[in-house]
């Protein structure tokens, strides 16, 4: 196993953009005023000749974006997951689905774990409205091995994407030697025929420790990454409800719109087995320190395992 990297996927995602422009005279990234934050400032410092700071201007920004990518361009937008998806909606419906233009959208600060900047900021609904729109691709990366990978597979992606990216620091569990992204299949990291848990994101390491503590009482638990939410890999979860009976979701997002509702989608339609849906249970954030609130909203290891257990007990 490699060594762990502690790192945030924001940052992740800085990296792995530098590198495909190495190769990619024709990648150009442009920010809303908040490249420190969103990492696209490691870009900018690399390339700065095709850096773009549009100001606190977001659907003036995903219009520019549009625009270059109609001109052959492939543009790369960034901002906090609560601006980009938020205020810039009409822009990326009509000016980037709608035509199908090769537009990356980045979101950052995605989720309660962005911690003290409090509810105006925790952006719990992103991957409900982006899921709304046709031809966009949605990716959720877990770790910082899966960010870089997922990073390059939406650059070689011809069409919208949008990419989740966080706040915290989190412990990469990926060994890059061995792993390997196929943009829309999830990856079933944990083998179990007692209850499947689905989860996406930064919820995924959580939800792998929990799964390997039930592991040592005996409690054989699948665990599945999905990373790529839409298009979902209908295939892994149909498999794994007419294998285990029962599915967890988790994931650091509202229930409403977001994986378990996705989840929910394939199995009523394909595959009817009972689905419970972790995660936060609509309404909005708060300000706080992240691990704490993650922690209060039961989306650590210790929550994760406490509702496997009811859902086993069942």
């Known amino acids: 196993m490699a060594q762990t990297v502690t790192k945030a996927t924001r940052e992740s995602f800085g990296e792995a953009l530098c590198e495909a422009a190495h190769d990619n005279p024709d990648i150009v990234v442009l920010d809303a005023d908040l490249a420190a934050a969103t990492k696209t400032s490691i870009f900018a410092k690399a390339y700065p000749d095709r850096f773009y700071d549009c100001g606190i201007a977001e659907g003036n920004m995903i219009g520019v974006a549009a625009g270059l990518a109609a001109a052959g361009k492939l543009p790369v937008a960034a901002s906090f997951a609560m601006f980009a998806t938020g205020r810039a909606f009409e822009q990326i419906r009509n000016s980037v689905a709608y035509p199908e233009l090769n537009v990356k959208i980045a979101g950052s600060h995605a989720g309660i774990s962005t911690g003290e900047d409090g509810a105006t900021h925790q952006c719990l609904e992103d991957i409900g409205i982006m899921r709304t ?182």
């Open 133 to 314: 729109l046709p031809n966009m691709v949605i990716l959720n990366p877990a770790d910082h091995w899966e960010m870089k990978a997922a990073t390059k597979a939406a650059l070689q992606h011809r069409g919208p994407v949008y990419i989740r990216l966080g706040r915290l620091a989190v412990d990469s569990f990926n060994d890059p030697e061995t792993y390997s992204f196929e943009l829309g299949k999830g990856i079933t990291l944990h083998e179990g025929d007692d209850i499947t848990v689905i989860a996406t994101g930064l919820c995924v390491l959580e939800a792998k420790k929990a799964v390997e503590q039930l592991e040592k009482q005996g409690r054989h638990v699948r665990l599945i990454n999905i990373h790529t939410i839409k298009p979902i890999d209908r295939d892994i979860i149909v498999k794994a409800a007419r294998e285990t009976g029962r599915i967890i979701t988790v994931e650091e997002h509202n229930v409403i719109g977001g994986l378990g509702d996705a989840v929910c989608e394939v199995t009523s339609e394909l595959c009817p087995v009972p689905v419970r849906r972790v995660g936060v249970y609509d309404r909005f954030g708060y300000s706080g320190p992240a691990k704490e609130l993650l922690e209060i909203f039961g989306l650590t290891e210790s929550g994760i395992r406490k509702v496997i257990e009811e859902e086993l007990e069942k």
